[in-house]
């Protein structure tokens, strides 16, 4: 990676960082102001009929096809060419979106029953594939707490889809952004998606807490969809001379190849987008889903700051050297982009996974939050969110490592292959979703350590198969570097946890006050004494990641050339 790219990740990261961080707080106002309760599990709900659109085209496989064959075009002087392609595929897309989301609309109410069959009950029951069937079948014979609870999030569910046409059109706008290397607007558009769902929510602060109602934030996402998603990048490419029009030249040779790459790319996407889908299914209890949804939004985090937006950067570089079928680099890039995504997730990984409790105190911990049903205090809700985070945090290191081997496959237009391996992973991860909960202890918690299980199986069988295609890896610089992040990371985490020992206890009715107060202490200061023990270790142990991640940092020498930001390792 040159120090140019470097730079650009940065910027990213920055920009992901920001957009996370308003995750964050979105998900603080959602549980300050509704709790942690059967409202936020209808809310969590809603979002699943039109995220599974979000997830399967404008979520990632749009842009992980478009962008090589736009690159291809472009690389090769012609301009013309990759614009003409851009918008006959842009038109093609519109369309199909619009007609997706208006059946959407009128299919909301039974699929909101066949996804959710366990949504409504008060009490946790083991919910099996087939439940979906029956309820989507036979929806009488449930309880009136359910019927209700599904009305709503069909109507939830309905205010939401139009966002999804934003995100079909605005996904492709900035892919294609991406692909010319400019990574600002597509990086604000999350923001701007997350803040104003924050505003829709800050809103019912002014209204009487029994007439509060969440609706208000999902208006705010389906403002946010249209203002970030849709509007932003149609000015950054009006700005930057962009060129589109409406075509429907489907037998253009570029559009053709894009087309052919499609439907393998919707069916291998990531398993980490569809988990948390996957696990609404299994899900049941009051409060659950949403526990689940708080910890699962937590470990995203780091794999949003770090893994997606180093593979944003790094996909443009590896489609142009595909295309190039220069080899040679492009498997040296696909190796240091794995050790460096490592590096900085693997610690990210066991920091969230020891620190749980004060992370989850010390974001969450007010309001609706701290009470049950009755109004009283308790901790049960941290509890629950807390080993949620705990075992999804096991599996954060290597989604964010899929993050980048799946790229390589699709720089390669190679959507084939990730298709054989994710739809496998996927036949796993329901197993371990329908297996896992029946553990006597686990119950729920099941759902997030079978995303966890089954993201370092999927990680591994797609370095495997990438190896192979791409004649070698460098595996073992790679395990050399992968044993001492790791031993580094666990030094790390044996400082947190020895933090947590010392100045963490569970808030108590008389201490609740400063129970928030407690959670940011301990996680701050564990956080940063952990951080520099991992930075000492890995100093000694000579890892080179930690001198290339602050080179990123340095201006570049004017009269220098772009150099490789990963030293060669002193292996």
């Known amino acids: 990676m040159t120090r140019s790219a470097g730079k650009?990740?940065?910027?990213?990261?920055?920009?992901?960082?920001?957009?996370?961080?308003?995750?964050?707080?979105?998900?603080?106002?959602?549980?300050?102001?509704?709790?942690?309760?059967?409202?936020?599990?209808?809310?969590?709900?809603?979002?699943?009929?039109?995220?599974?659109?979000?997830y399967l085209v404008a979520g990632g496989a749009l842009a992980t096809v478009f962008v090589p064959v736009f690159t291809e075009y472009w690389n090769a002087g012609k301009q013309r060419d990759a614009w003409k392609v851009f918008g006959t595929v842009m038109s093609v897309v519109a369309c199909i979106a619009l007609v997706l989301v208006l059946i959407m609309e009128l299919a909301a109410a039974p699929l909101g029953r066949f996804m959710n069959p366990g949504l409504g009950l008060q009490k946790q029951v083991t919910v099996s594939f087939w439940d979906g069937w029956r309820v989507l079948l036979h929806p009488d014979d449930a309880p009136q707490e359910q019927r209700d609870a599904w009305e709503q999030v069909a109507r939830l569910s309905r205010i939401l889809l139009p966002a999804q046409w934003c995100f079909f059109v605005g996904g492709l706008m900035m892919g294609t952004?991406?692909?010319?290397?400019?990574?600002?607007?597509?990086?604000?558009?999350?923001?701007?998606?997350?803040?104003?769902?924050?505003?829709g929510g800050l809103t019912q602060l002014f209204v009487p807490e029994n007439q509060r109602s969440i609706t208000a934030m999902c208006w705010g996402a389906l403002f946010?969809?249209?203002?970030?998603?849709?509007?932003?990048?149609?000015?950054?490419?009006?700005?930057?001379?962009g060129k589109f029009w409406l075509s429907f030249e489907v037998g253009h040779p570029g559009v053709r190849k894009v087309g052919k790459l499609m439907l393998p790319a919707l069916l291998g996407l990531s398993l980490s987008q569809l988990g948390f889908w996957i696990t609404g299914s299994f899900a049941s209890g009051e409060g659950s889903l949403s526990a689940l949804r708080n910890a699962?939004?937590?470990?995203?985090?780091?794999?949003?700051?770090?893994?997606?937006?180093?593979?944003?950067?790094?996909?443009?570089?590896?489609?142009?050297?595909a295309a190039e079928k220069n080899w040679k680099e492009f498997r040296k890039e696909i190796h240091y982009g794995i050790r460096r995504i490592l590096f900085l997730?693997?610690?990210a990984s066991l920091l969230m996974a020891t620190l749980a409790e004060p992370i989850i105190a010390a974001i969450y911990f007010k309001g609706k939050f701290t009470q049950d049903a009755s109004g009283a205090f308790t901790v049960a809700n941290l509890l629950a969110s807390a080993m949620a985070l705990r075992l999804y945090s096991l599996g954060t290191f290597?989604?964010?490592?899929q993050a980048?081997?799946?790229?390589?496959?699709?720089?390669?237009?190679?959507?084939?292959?990730?298709?054989?391996?994710?739809?496998?992973?996927?036949?796993?991860?329901?197993?371990?979703?329908?297996?896992?909960?029946?553990?006597?202890?686990?119950?729920?918690?099941?759902?997030?350590l079978a995303l966890s299980l089954a993201g370092t199986v999927n990680m591994l069988i797609f370095f495997r198969t990438l190896q192979k295609h791409v004649g070698g890896l460098n595996l073992r610089g790679l395990v050399v570097a992968a044993l001492k992040i790791t031993l580094a990371a666990l030094a790390a985490s044996g400082t947190a946890f020895l933090f947590l020992r010392l100045f963490w206890h569970l808030p108590t009715v008389e201490h609740q006050g400063s129970a928030r107060f407690q959670g940011i202490a301990v996680s701050v200061l564990a956080s940063a004494a952990s951080l520099a023990v991992y930075g000492i270790v890995c100093a000694l142990?000579?890892?080179?990641?930690?001198?290339?991640?602050?080179?990123?940092?340095?201006?570049?020498?004017?009269d220098s050339a772009a150099s490789p930001s990963v030293p060669q390792s002193p292996e």
Request: hydrophobic share 50%.
């Open 296 to 321: 699962y939004n937590l470990t995203q985090a780091p794999i949003g700051i770090f893994a997606q937006a180093s593979a944003i950067v790094i996909f443009p570089t590896i489609s142009g050297l």
């Open 177 to 199: 952004l991406n692909a010319r290397h400019r990574f600002l607007i597509p990086a604000i558009g999350p923001i701007a998606y997350n803040g104003l769902i924050i505003v």
């Open 541 to 558: 142990l000579r890892v080179p990641e930690l001198w290339s991640i602050r080179d990123m940092f340095k201006k570049k020498p004017k």
């Open 345 to 347: 997730t693997m610690p």
């Open 224 to 241: 946010g969809a249209v203002a970030g998603n849709f509007f932003l990048p149609i000015w950054e490419l009006k700005r930057t001379g």
């Open 8 to 54: 650009n990740t940065l910027l990213v990261m920055a920009f992901v960082l920001l957009s996370r961080v308003l995750g964050v707080v979105r998900d603080m106002v959602i549980n300050q102001v509704f709790g942690q309760n059967h409202v936020t599990d209808i809310y969590t709900a809603a979002f699943r009929i039109p995220d599974i659109l979000q």
């Open 404 to 448: 980048v081997l799946a790229r390589g496959f699709y720089a390669m237009q190679n959507s084939k292959t990730p298709v054989v391996i994710t739809t496998c992973m996927v036949f796993f991860f329901t197993g371990l979703c329908a297996f896992l909960p029946r553990v006597p202890g686990l119950a729920n918690y099941g759902l997030a």
């Open 398 to 401: 290597a989604w964010s490592a």
